[in-house]
C-alpha cells in the first residue's frame, strides 16, 4: 500500500519541497551541456561511424564477463593520458562512480574528511565505507588539516581521504586545491577531487582544475555527461586505484558495463574539447556577458558558468522560476535540503546553447520580476 510513503510525499507537498518530472522547453539555462556538445554532429557522426564499423549497442555483461569491450578500453587509455594520469575506469554515472570509489577504496583504520558541500553521491558511498568520515567547513583548508591532526592525535594510523568537489554545482565556486595538495602531502593523504562540473571548461584542454596537481596524489572523476555532452564517468588515478576496485568494487564489479558506442562518443568528445578551442572561447565569453548583465538583479559574479541567484524563501524561489519559464527560459528552481535552508534560489548555468541575446532577455524578466 505504501501508506508511509504516501504519507512522506503529503509531508513534502506541505513544506512545498514535492519534486516533479518537467520536459525540457524553453532557451537553455538548466543544462550542464556547457560547451553545447551534447546535440553537437561531431559527437552524432561519432556515434553512427560506430554503429558502421559493427560496434555494438549494448554491452552484453559485466566488465569481468562479456562486457569489456575494446572501445571501452581504447576509451580508458586515451581518458588516463589526457588528464594526466597513470589510469582510468569508466563507470555509468558520475554517481555510480563516486558511491564506488568512496564504499571500496578507504580501508577500515582510514579516515574521511570531507567539504560540507560535497555531493551526495560521495555522502552516499562514505556511508557504504569503512572508512571513519568528518566534515569540514567549506572551502576551508586548514579545517581539513586540523580535522586530520586531530585524528591523528586520537591514534589514527591509517591512510586520510580529502574528499572535494573543483567546483561546485550550486554556488559556482571553486575549492582551494592548490591548500589541499599541500594538507594531504603534509598528512601522507590522498585527495579525491570531483570534476564534474571543471572538465571540459577549466583548464588546458579542458582537463579540470586539478590537472597540474602531483598525479600520485590525487583521484579524479571527471563526468562524461556535462560539459563533455556524453554520458557516464571516469575515474582517473593510480594504476592501484584502477585494479582495486576491479577486484573489490561492487559497484564496479555488479553493473552491466556502459554502452560500447557510447564509449565511442566519449572519446570523440575527448578530441572535440582539445581541438576545438573556439568551444570553450565562446562558453567564457557568454559567461563574461552573463555576469555582466545578471549584476542588475542581484546575480553575483561567481567565474564559472554556474550563476545563483539566491531568493532565500522556497515558495519564492519556484514562484519565480515558473514565472521565467513561462516566459520562455528554462531556469528551475533550487530548494533544500539540496542547497541549506534559507538559500532557496535559482540556479542559472550559461551554455553555448543560448547567445548574448537570450543573456539580455532573461536579464529583461528577471528585471521586471524584481
Same mark, same amino acid.
Given at each position: ?20 518530472? %518537467? ?8 543544462? +550542464?551541456? &556547457? ?8 559527437? %552524432? ?5 560506430? @554503429?558502421?564499423?559493427?560496434? !555494438? ?10 562486457? +569489456? ?20 575506469? *569508466?563507470?555509468?554515472?558520475? &554517481? ?25 553521491? !560521495? ?15 567549506? +572551502? ?10 586531530? *585524528? ?8 586520510? *581521504? ?5 567546483? &561546485? ?5 571553486? #575549492? ?70 576491479? +577486484? ?8 552491466? !558495463? ?5 564509449? !565511442? ?18 562558453? *567564457? ?40 519559464? #513561462? ?31 537570450? @543573456?539580455? %532577455? ?5 528585471? #521586471?520580476?524584481?
Amino acid at each position: 500500500m505504501l501508506l508511509a510513503q504516501l504519507a512522506d510525499l503529503e509531508a513534502l507537498t506541505a513544506i512545498g519541497r514535492r519534486r516533479s518530472l %518537467a520536459p525540457r522547453a524553453g532557451a537553455d539555462f538548466a543544462s +550542464n551541456d &556547457y560547451l553545447g556538445l551534447a546535440g553537437s554532429p561531431r559527437l %552524432a557522426r561519432a556515434a553512427s561511424d560506430a @554503429i558502421a564499423r559493427g560496434v !555494438a549497442v549494448g554491452s552484453g555483461g559485466s566488465r569481468l564477463l562479456r562486457g +569489456n569491450h575494446t572501445e571501452i578500453e581504447a576509451l580508458e587509455h586515451e581518458a588516463a593520458a589526457h588528464f594526466g594520469h597513470p589510469a582510468a575506469l *569508466w563507470f555509468s554515472s558520475g &554517481y555510480v562512480a563516486n558511491l564506488t570509489l568512496f564504499a571500496t577504496l578507504p580501508q577500515r583504520g582510514d579516515l574521511i574528511v570531507h567539504d560540507e558541500h560535497v555531493h551526495a553521491s !560521495a555522502h552516499d558511498g562514505m556511508r557504504l565505507s569503512r572508512g571513519e568520515r568528518r566534515t569540514a567547513a567549506h +572551502n576551508d583548508a586548514q579545517a581539513f588539516d586540523d580535522a586530520i591532526a586531530d *585524528w591523528r592525535r586520537a591514534g589514527g594510523t591509517g591512510t586520510p *581521504w580529502i574528499a572535494v568537489e573543483s567546483l &561546485y554545482s550550486m554556488d559556482g565556486d571553486r #575549492a582551494p586545491l592548490a591548500d589541499l595538495v599541500q594538507v594531504a602531502m603534509r598528512h601522507d593523504a590522498m585527495l579525491v577531487v570531483d570534476e564534474a562540473h571543471a572538465t571540459g571548461v577549466f583548464g588546458d584542454g579542458g582537463r579540470g582544475l586539478a590537472h597540474d596537481l602531483p598525479a600520485d596524489r590525487v583521484i579524479a572523476l571527471h563526468t562524461c555527461g556535462k560539459a563533455m555532452g556524453a554520458e557516464g564517468a571516469l575515474l582517473t588515478g593510480p594504476a592501484a586505484m584502477r585494479d582495486f576496485i576491479i +577486484n573489490r568494487g561492487r559497484g564496479f564489479i555488479f553493473s552491466t !558495463a556502459p554502452s560500447p558506442i557510447m564509449a !565511442a562518443v566519449v572519446r570523440e568528445s575527448l578530441r572535440a574539447i582539445a581541438d576545438e578551442p573556439e568551444r570553450g572561447a565562446a562558453l *567564457w565569453d557568454r559567461i563574461a556577458h552573463a555576469e555582466r548583465r545578471l549584476s542588475r538583479v542581484g546575480v553575483t559574479a561567481t567565474g564559472s558558468q554556474i550563476l545563483p541567484l539566491i531568493l532565500g524563501d522556497d515558495a519564492r524561489a519556484m514562484a519565480v522560476a515558473g514565472a521565467v519559464q #513561462a516566459a520562455g527560459f528554462d531556469v528551475r528552481g533550487i530548494r533544500p535540503p539540496t542547497v541549506p535552508a534559507g538559500t532557496a534560489r535559482l540556479r542559472i548555468s550559461i551554455t553555448n546553447n543560448v547567445g548574448p541575446d537570450d @543573456i539580455d %532577455a532573461l536579464a529583461d524578466v528577471l528585471e #521586471a520580476l524584481s
